[in-house]
Nanobody
């Protein structure tokens, strides 16, 4: 069983920064893929960053140069550093892991950016 728990969301002014965390149950090295997604109410889920071991992370064009994903393998934790936040970044953010062909999702954390 894989559990993913996000944290770090909140309210921030435009131009500010937040760092999201995704704590996984067990080693993150066992996952075939990891990533961050986001979704606004009534909208489709959007991929923000996808991580494949041994390759560079891929970012959505809308966040390139502003968001950076990293990991602390000793803590089994994935991070998403979000800088220069914009009101359009206001969405629920979700951590995703792919393990043995099954998708796992965290409960999400809300990010709200005020103008």
């Amino acid at each position: 069983q894989v559990q993913l728990v996000e944290s770090g969301g909140g309210l921030v002014q435009a131009g500010g920064s937040l760092r999201l965390s995704c704590a996984a149950s067990g080693s993150i090295f066992r996952f075939n893929g990891l990533g961050w997604y986001r979704r606004a109410p009534g909208q489709q889920r959007e991929s923000v960053a996808t991580i494949t071991w041994g390759a560079c992370a891929n970012y959505a064009d809308s966040v390139k140069g502003r968001f950076t994903s990293s990991s602390d393998n000793a803590k089994n934790t994935l991070y998403l550093q979000m800088n220069s936040l914009k009101p359009e970044d206001t969405q629920g953010y979700y951590c995703h892991a792919l393990h043995t062909g099954t998708d796992y999702w965290g409960q999400g954390t809300q990010v709200t950016v005020s103008s």
